[in-house]
């Protein structure tokens, strides 16, 4: 069967059955690492992986990362046995565990207030005071006076649109 693409590297004596292209289609360093090979497919991995630079720098990497992550997990600290139920329910007591639901409590709170006090005190009907002011000549004054508790008014100037001056007084 010359034609099977893992059969086109021919063993040379000395050397394993196996051939590179099939090691990596087949993940022969992933699997011997986690030792999911048969006995006769790791011998002849490991055969193979003598002779080829490839697959033994895969095999020493991967171990590399086996022993980094042996080493990392045994230094975190072992789960608490028992827990609280604030604990449980996963509720914290610091500042970044409380800041989002004490802002829903604030944004609940005003909204509430804006419901039942801003907003229908708009919809009642108000008087809004409404002055002209008129042009004056010769010292002639004219006073307006604004309602005491009047929150806005409208003012209304009549100005010649012909006429422009550097400034009004």
């Known amino acids: 069967m010359r034609n099977d693409p893992s059969q086109t590297q021919e063993s040379k004596p000395g050397e394993s059955g196996l051939n590179h292209m099939r090691a ?3 993940s022969f360093a992933d699997r ?3 030792q999911e090979l048969t006995p ?3 011998a002849d991995f490991e055969r193979h ?6 697959c033994a720098a895969a095999v020493e990497s991967g171990e590399i990362l086996i022993a980094n992550t042996r080493e990392v997990l045994t230094e975190m600290p072992a789960a608490k046995a028992h827990r609280s139920i604030l604990e449980a329910l996963g509720i914290r007591w610091t500042w970044g565990g409380m800041l989002m639901p004490a802002t829903a409590v604030a944004l609940l709170a005003l909204t509430v207030y804006q419901g039942a006090v801003v907003i229908p005190g708009l919809r009642q009907p108000r008087i809004l005071p409404a002055f002209q002011l008129l042009g004056t000549s010769r010292g ?3 006073a307006r006076v604004v309602p005491a508790g009047s929150s806005a008014f409208a003012l209304t100037a009549d ?3 012909d006429v422009h001056f550097p400034k009004y007084v």
Do not use: T
């Open 24 to 26: 990596v289609q087949e």
């Open 32 to 34: 011997y690492l986690l």
């Open 40 to 42: 006769a497919e790791a």
């Open 49 to 54: 992986y003598f002779d080829c630079v490839e």
């Open 140 to 142: 002639e004054q004219d």
């Open 159 to 161: 100005l010649p649109p």
